[in-house]
């Protein structure tokens, strides 16, 4: 019942600092495979075998299961790592690593169901709990809704779909109810300009039976142990309130997804010359001003990402919850750390494909189109 299927791989023994350099060592991989995975819409096969292999998906699986049970920062630094290569990537580990830890919570049975069978499932979402709607019967609830932006939908074998169980008009309770994708729709209505191949379609159920256990009750996830599955999994790491940092994961794609902008900006900046009178675009000081403003900036959001996480983790760890007031702060921060995140580059840095993916995927700002103005060095112009 603890343990996964025979010849299951387990990756328990494997340390923070080996987990993180294997996340590294698959940027340069996740940047040439980044434009074809946007075309496809879908994340390559290649980087889901990938990241099946280095096995940093269940870096906060229980080590019962195999996984690595790292502390709640993991959320953030793994994120923000793959980011550098390919924002969707990262967008979608982000999703699939924090669903292995929601799975913790839920009963017994339910993670014997999907990691007994298949500790590597990758499990999709949908957390809009007022497009769900349950209803309370013997031994379970049925539901019913239409979910949008469930990011994995399309490679994902199980899904946590958000419901509000009602009494008449009254709302009662909220759920994340688990269910196999025989029992869901995916409609393939992803078409969008950037992050295209996350996958975040929407999912349709009707009048699905969810039994007791695998119907997670929000109120109880709120940090504290009062969750189904505390006893099995009584790592402290379970007890941190997801709906005050369930988001910060995500967060770390936008922060990383800079990072690897700033880093190509960098790299372009070093070889490039200006057409007029061929100074080298690194020696000016206006450029070296914005490379290191949006250097700030970006370090600046992912402290602030990794120090609510390691609060947390410090919170919980002293087997108390967060108060009220707490867990607002951690909430208030996720739009500065976005804002933050949005770099100011040069423009004429951004010439090429690789650069303007980037781009168009963190909302980077950048100058004005045209360098030449009245008094000001071409290529370093201060956009407003």
């Known amino acids: 019942m603890n343990a996964p299927h025979q010849g299951a791989k387990s990756f328990a023994g494997v340390s923070y600092e080996e987990a993180i350099a294997r996340a590294r060592a698959l940027v340069p991989?996740?940047?040439?495979?980044?434009?074809?995975?946007?075309?496809?819409r879908v994340m390559p096969p290649e980087t889901i075998a990938d990241l099946h292999?280095?096995?940093?998906?269940?870096?906060?699986?229980p080590r019962r299961w195999g996984g690595m049970e790292f502390d709640f920062v993991a959320y953030v630094d793994f994120c923000y790592e793959l980011a550098r290569g390919c924002a969707s990537t990262a967008w979608n580990f982000g999703n699939l690593q924090v669903h292995?830890?929601?799975?913790?919570?839920?009963?017994?049975?339910?993670?014997?169901?999907?990691?007994?069978?298949?500790?590597?499932?990758l499990i999709a979402s949908g957390i809009a709990f007022?497009?769900?709607?349950?209803?309370?019967?013997?031994?379970?609830?049925?539901?019913?809704?239409?979910w949008n932006f469930s990011s994995c939908s399309n490679i994902a074998e199980w899904n946590m779909l958000a419901v509000t169980v009602r009494d008449g008009d009254r709302a009662v309770d909220y759920r994340m109810c688990l269910l196999h994708k025989s029992q869901y729709e995916v409609?393939?209505?992803?078409?969008?300009?950037?992050?295209?191949?996350?996958?975040?379609?929407?999912?349709?159920?009707?009048?699905?039976?969810?039994?007791?256990?695998?119907?997670?009750g929000m109120l109880d996830a709120r940090g504290g142990d009062r969750f189904p599955g505390a006893r099995g999994n009584p790592n402290p790491v379970y007890r941190v309130p997801l709906s005050a940092l369930g988001g910060h994961g995500i967060g770390a794609c936008a922060v990383g997804?800079?990072?690897?902008?700033?880093?190509?900006?960098?790299a372009s900046v070093k070889e490039r010359s200006t057409n007029y009178t061929g100074a080298k675009m690194r020696d000016f000081q206006a450029v070296q001003l914005r490379v290191g403003a949006a250097g700030a900036?970006?370090?600046?959001?992912?402290?602030?990402?990794?120090?609510?996480?390691?609060?947390?983790?410090?919170?919980?760890?002293r087997n108390l919850i967060?108060?009220?007031?707490?867990?607002?702060?951690?909430?208030?921060?996720?739009?500065?750390?976005?804002?933050?995140?949005?770099?100011?580059?040069?423009?004429?840095?951004?010439a090429r494909r690789p650069h303007q993916l980037q781009l168009r995927r963190a909302g980077l700002r950048l100058g004005p189109p045209r360098a030449r103005r009245r008094g000001q060095q071409p290529d370093a112009v201060n956009g407003k």
């Open 53 to 61: 292999a280095s096995g940093i998906l269940r870096s906060m699986q």
């Open 130 to 146: 007022p497009q769900g709607r349950g209803k309370k019967v013997e031994g379970g609830y049925v539901i019913g809704g239409k």
């Open 257 to 266: 997804n800079a990072e690897g902008a700033l880093e190509s900006t960098i």
């Open 29 to 40: 991989a996740l940047r040439s495979r980044a434009a074809e995975a946007e075309k496809a």
């Open 322 to 350: 967060a108060d009220v007031q707490t867990k607002l702060r951690f909430r208030r921060e996720r739009p500065l750390r976005d804002h933050s995140a949005r770099a100011h580059l040069p423009r004429r840095a951004f």
């Open 297 to 317: 900036k970006i370090d600046a959001a992912r402290l602030i990402l990794r120090e609510d996480c390691l609060e947390a983790q410090r919170i919980a760890n």
């Open 100 to 121: 292995h830890w929601m799975l913790a919570m839920y009963e017994e049975r339910a993670q014997e169901e999907v990691w007994g069978a298949d500790p590597e499932a």
């Open 187 to 216: 409609i393939d209505d992803w078409q969008v300009l950037g992050m295209r191949a996350t996958g975040s379609m929407s999912v349709a159920a009707k009048d699905v039976f969810v039994p007791e256990y695998k119907a997670l």
